[in-house]
Protein backbone atom coordinates (compact mmCIF):
# COMPACT_ATOMS: atom_id res chain seq x y z
CA UNK A 1 0.00 0.00 0.00
CA UNK A 2 1.57 3.42 -1.04
CA UNK A 3 1.59 6.47 1.65
CA UNK A 4 2.42 9.62 1.16
CA UNK A 5 3.28 11.90 4.05
CA UNK A 6 3.41 15.83 3.48
CA UNK A 7 5.73 17.63 5.56
CA UNK A 8 6.37 21.79 5.68
CA UNK A 9 3.40 23.59 6.09
CA UNK A 10 2.67 26.60 8.54
CA UNK A 11 2.13 29.68 8.68
CA UNK A 12 3.51 32.68 6.83
CA UNK A 13 3.41 36.77 6.27
CA UNK A 14 2.37 37.81 3.02
CA UNK A 15 5.29 37.85 0.25
CA UNK A 16 7.19 34.85 1.92
CA UNK A 17 7.67 31.27 0.88
CA UNK A 18 7.54 27.43 1.80
CA UNK A 19 8.71 24.31 0.48
CA UNK A 20 6.44 21.46 1.16
CA UNK A 21 7.33 17.92 0.90
CA UNK A 22 5.61 14.70 -0.09
CA UNK A 23 7.67 11.61 0.64
CA UNK A 24 5.91 7.94 -0.85
CA UNK A 25 6.79 4.69 0.56
CA UNK A 26 5.43 1.43 -0.26
CA UNK A 27 5.46 1.54 -3.75
CA UNK A 28 6.97 -1.23 -5.44
CA UNK A 29 6.14 0.50 -9.23
CA UNK A 30 6.68 3.93 -10.67
CA UNK A 31 4.32 6.69 -10.40
CA UNK A 32 2.83 8.18 -13.54
CA UNK A 33 2.36 11.48 -12.43
CA UNK A 34 2.54 13.81 -8.71
CA UNK A 35 0.27 16.34 -7.98
CA UNK A 36 -0.20 18.80 -5.21
CA UNK A 37 -4.32 20.05 -4.84
CA UNK A 38 -5.21 22.36 -2.04
CA UNK A 39 -8.39 22.90 -0.45
CA UNK A 40 -9.69 26.30 1.37
CA UNK A 41 -12.26 26.45 4.11
CA UNK A 42 -15.92 26.02 2.31
CA UNK A 43 -14.39 25.54 -0.97
CA UNK A 44 -13.53 22.27 -3.48
CA UNK A 45 -10.45 20.75 -3.79
CA UNK A 46 -8.07 22.46 -6.36
CA UNK A 47 -5.27 21.43 -8.76
CA UNK A 48 -2.05 23.59 -8.00
CA UNK A 49 0.39 21.58 -9.81
CA UNK A 50 1.70 18.33 -11.48
CA UNK A 51 4.88 16.56 -12.55
CA UNK A 52 5.55 13.47 -14.64
CA UNK A 53 7.48 10.95 -12.64
CA UNK A 54 9.71 9.65 -15.90
CA UNK A 55 10.51 12.90 -17.52
CA UNK A 56 10.21 15.65 -15.26
CA UNK A 57 7.18 17.75 -17.15
CA UNK A 58 5.29 19.80 -15.34
CA UNK A 59 1.81 21.58 -14.88
CA UNK A 60 0.27 24.61 -12.85
CA UNK A 61 -2.57 26.03 -12.47
CA UNK A 62 -3.05 29.77 -13.41
CA UNK A 63 -3.09 31.20 -10.42
CA UNK A 64 0.48 30.00 -8.69
CA UNK A 65 2.56 30.42 -12.34
CA UNK A 66 5.77 32.13 -11.83
CA UNK A 67 5.29 31.59 -8.01
CA UNK A 68 5.33 27.83 -7.16
CA UNK A 69 7.87 24.95 -8.86
CA UNK A 70 7.34 21.34 -8.32
CA UNK A 71 10.28 19.25 -8.24
CA UNK A 72 10.73 15.90 -7.97
CA UNK A 73 13.67 13.51 -6.23
CA UNK A 74 13.29 9.66 -7.75
CA UNK A 75 15.92 8.48 -5.58
CA UNK A 76 13.93 10.04 -2.66
CA UNK A 77 10.25 9.43 -3.91
CA UNK A 78 9.70 12.56 -3.14
CA UNK A 79 7.88 15.34 -4.56
CA UNK A 80 8.27 19.23 -3.01
CA UNK A 81 6.38 22.42 -4.05
CA UNK A 82 8.14 25.26 -3.38
CA UNK A 83 5.99 28.58 -2.83
CA UNK A 84 7.19 31.74 -3.11
CA UNK A 85 5.45 35.45 -3.03
CA UNK A 86 2.41 33.73 -0.92
CA UNK A 87 -0.60 35.79 -0.56
CA UNK A 88 -3.47 35.29 1.77
CA UNK A 89 -5.59 33.08 -1.08
CA UNK A 90 -2.88 30.75 -1.28
CA UNK A 91 -4.27 29.38 2.37
CA UNK A 92 -5.36 26.13 2.37
CA UNK A 93 -4.77 22.47 3.11
CA UNK A 94 -2.20 21.03 0.37
CA UNK A 95 -2.68 17.81 -0.41
CA UNK A 96 -0.36 15.20 -1.99
CA UNK A 97 -1.45 12.99 -4.43
CA UNK A 98 -0.10 10.19 -7.00
CA UNK A 99 -1.22 8.45 -10.15
CA UNK A 100 -0.10 4.94 -11.29
CA UNK A 101 -1.07 4.89 -15.10
CA UNK A 102 -1.47 7.16 -17.54
CA UNK A 103 -4.52 9.74 -17.60
CA UNK A 104 -5.19 13.00 -19.76
CA UNK A 105 -6.81 14.66 -17.68
CA UNK A 106 -4.56 15.87 -14.66
CA UNK A 107 -6.39 18.16 -13.09
CA UNK A 108 -9.11 16.33 -11.53
CA UNK A 109 -8.57 15.01 -7.95
CA UNK A 110 -10.71 11.62 -9.08
CA UNK A 111 -7.71 10.79 -11.51
CA UNK A 112 -5.51 9.90 -8.86
CA UNK A 113 -5.24 6.81 -7.07
CA UNK A 114 -2.99 7.78 -3.24
CA UNK A 115 -3.73 10.85 -1.36
CA UNK A 116 -1.46 12.33 1.71
CA UNK A 117 -3.15 13.27 4.96
CA UNK A 118 -2.69 17.13 4.08
CA UNK A 119 -0.43 20.07 5.70
CA UNK A 120 -1.90 23.78 6.48
CA UNK A 121 -0.69 26.60 4.88
CA UNK A 122 -1.93 29.88 6.20
CA UNK A 123 -0.18 33.30 4.73
CA UNK A 124 -1.21 36.15 6.73
CA UNK A 125 -1.64 39.73 5.26
Known amino acids: QVQLIESGGGLVQAGGSLKLSCAAS????????MAWFRQAPGKEREFVAAIRWTNGYTYYTDSVKGRFTISRDNAKNTVYLQMNSLKPEDTAVYYC??????????????????WGQGTQVTVSS
Open 97 to 114: ADRVAYVADYTNQFNYDY
Open 26 to 33: GRTFSSYR
